[in-house]
């Protein structure tokens, strides 16, 4: 089941949060190159950044009956991608509006590919946001801390590399310096990539060299096994 204000984040005050989230993220998403990269936000008409490096975006949305975009699932079952699929997940706010956030935290780590980047978004609950947040969900939807959500993350496997506080300290307040750290902001962008696995060497035995019987070349160790 899904908790959400059908509203709220097609509001002027998030899409203007929104867009300084982005502008805060990009920098370090352009550095990311791959096949394939997956956005699951909260409305159908937010854009995905511009990757040059990556291939090509799937969209998807969460709705109060299950995601729809590019591909439609139902909100309890898992996402519908294979392991390991693409080389970045944005989940923008996504964790806001989801009855579990662990499942679908878990679940971007299983599609994510092993250095692949994990960006989540979010409105802080210490910020000025919050009450007006809650005033406009009615208390149904529950902002997370970053900390909290990095600690489950590392605990999955990932690493949090960046996590900052961005844009402007209150609904419809002053805006800030494009893409700039704010320690009031109300949003916050939170960056991890999945380890990779750590390769195992193996042992190479020498393979007997086999010589024609005869002269041996000079140098050539008579112990050469025939």
Same mark, same amino acid.
């Given at each position: 089941?899904?908790?959400?204000?059908?509203?709220?984040?097609?509001?002027?005050?998030?899409?203007?949060?929104?867009?300084?989230?982005?502008?805060?993220?990009?920098?370090?998403?352009?550095?990311?190159?791959?096949?394939?990269?997956?956005?699951?936000?909260?409305?159908?008409?937010?854009?995905?950044?511009?990757?040059?490096?990556?291939?090509?975006?799937?969209?998807?949305?969460?709705?109060?009956?299950?995601?729809?975009?590019?591909?439609?699932?139902?909100?309890?079952?898992?996402?519908?991608?294979?392991?390991?699929?693409?080389?970045?997940?944005?989940?923008?706010?996504?964790?806001?509006?989801?009855?579990?956030?662990?499942?679908?935290?878990?679940?971007?780590?299983?599609?994510?590919? =092993? +250095? *692949?980047?994990? &960006?989540?978004? $979010?409105?802080?609950?210490?910020? @000025?946001?919050?009450?007006?947040?809650?005033? #406009?969900?009615?208390?149904?939807?529950?902002?997370?801390?970053?900390?909290?959500?990095?600690?489950?993350?590392?605990?999955?496997?990932?690493?949090?590399?960046?996590?900052?506080?961005?844009?402007?300290?209150? =609904? +419809? *307040?002053?805006? &800030?310096?494009? $893409?700039?750290?704010?320690?009031? @902001?109300?949003?916050?962008?939170?960056?991890? #990539?999945?380890?990779?696995?750590?390769?195992?060497?193996?042992?190479?035995?020498?393979?007997?060299?086999?010589?024609?019987?005869?002269?041996?070349?000079?140098?050539?160790?008579?112990?050469?096994?025939?």
């Amino acid at each position: 089941m899904l908790h959400r204000d059908e509203r709220i984040y097609t509001s002027a005050p998030l899409r203007q949060l929104a867009d300084e989230q982005t502008r805060a993220m990009l920098p370090d998403m352009q550095r990311s190159a791959g096949a394939r990269a997956l956005s699951l936000g909260v409305s159908a008409d937010s854009e995905t950044p511009a990757l040059p490096l990556i291939g090509c975006w799937v969209r998807m949305w969460i709705a109060a009956d299950g995601y729809h975009g590019d591909v439609c699932a139902t909100p309890d079952a898992p996402l519908p991608f294979m392991d390991e699929a693409f080389d970045v997940v944005l989940l923008r706010h996504a964790v806001e509006v989801v009855a579990q956030p662990s499942m679908l935290l878990g679940e971007a780590m299983r599609v994510l590919a =092993p +250095g *692949g980047v994990l &960006v989540l978004t $979010g409105v802080h609950p210490l910020s @000025g946001w919050a009450p007006w947040f809650y005033w #406009r969900t009615h208390g149904l939807q529950v902002l997370r801390f970053p900390s909290q959500l990095g600690k489950q993350l590392e605990h999955l496997g990932l690493q949090v590399e960046r996590t900052r506080r961005v844009g402007r300290a209150w =609904p +419809g *307040g002053a805006a &800030v310096q494009s $893409g700039s750290f704010n320690p009031c @902001g109300g949003g916050y962008v939170l960056m991890a #990539r999945k380890r990779c696995r750590r390769a195992t060497p193996l042992r190479i035995l020498p393979a007997p060299l086999r010589v024609a019987r005869g002269s041996l070349p000079a140098g050539t160790r008579r112990s050469t096994v025939f």
